[in-house]
């Protein structure tokens, strides 16, 4: 048996020869160009609209990319609160992943260059054919280019993806005439206050969210202008014009006053709804199955008709 100061010296020795070999390799591995920290590799091309992500992180799962592309106009207090929630219904339900942008950068389908250290390559972890349907809630003229307008009209219009919008959306890209045409209008003012809402077709999905019967909801209601005609979008839900103040019912002299409604835009789908002002109206459980189901309908996971109606009336 080896004496205690042997057997620590031959420990030190092993360990030594251990170490050396542990140096030698590192230094091999670094002699053939081997990373010491793995980076993202540049995109051999857009794919299956991966873009440099490489495998979809997310299977078996649709893809939402949710935008507020507010730098040029409003930002309501509640869109951070909007997006955390649509991305918390989509993993909750298992149905989608959603990528949180507060810019528009990724509403495109060229790679975007880098700078700086990112010389030469790709820096957008995904391009807009990667997604199944964009969640927007925009305010002002926004920031994307006349590329990315024309792309995202063709995402949807011509490639058959989905596109859901919320508040203060009416009020987005006025200087965009063919976005308002794609949403279903412009709007002409809003108003905060009780109001009792009228279900036109608790059939469509999300429809019947609140119930099929009439219902009290405060929130801030738009008006809308045109291009909205009733020849051209599916409502929802409207306002019962009887339920407000004279001053408010005055705002549309015909008593057409749509809050949720879709539209057919080529082969593609929109979702849209003036409501969302209000944090308690995303945290509102109904509101919250709604816009789960009108975002299923946007993505091709659930049929609806979304057949444009005349206006029943008041």
Known sequence: ?????????????????????????????????APAQTTPQAPAGRGQGRGQGGADPWPGMKHLLAVADVQSGYHHDSISHALATV???????????????????LVTNTPIAGKDRYEGRAVNARVLPFYDAVFMLPSGFGTMSEQQKKELLAYVHDEGKGLIVGHATGVAFTNWPEFAEMVGGYMDGEFLSDARVIVEDPKFPGGDAFGPA?????????????????DRVHVIMRLDPSSLDATNAARRPDGDLPQ???????????????????????????FQKMMLEGI??????TPGDATPRPFPGK
Do not use: C
Request: proline letters at 5%.
């Open 87 to 105: 991305e918390q219904m989509g993993r909750r339900s298992g149905l989608f992943s959603t990528m949180i942008r507060t810019d528009s950068q």
């Open 260 to 286: 949720v409604w879709a539209v057919q835009y080529g082969k593609g789908r929109v979702f849209n709804t003036g409501w969302g002002h209000l944090d308690a109206t995303w945290d509102d459980p109904r």
């Open 296 to 301: 299923k309908w946007a993505m091709g996971l």
């Open 214 to 230: 009439p219902f009290m909801f405060n929130e801030q209601h738009p008006v809308l202008k045109a291009p909205y005609a009733r």
């Open 1 to 33: 048996m080896l004496s205690p100061s042997r057997t620590i010296g031959a420990f030190a020795v092993i360990s030594g020869l251990a170490l050396a070999l542990l140096s030698t390799h590192v230094t091999a591995q670094r002699a053939v160009g």
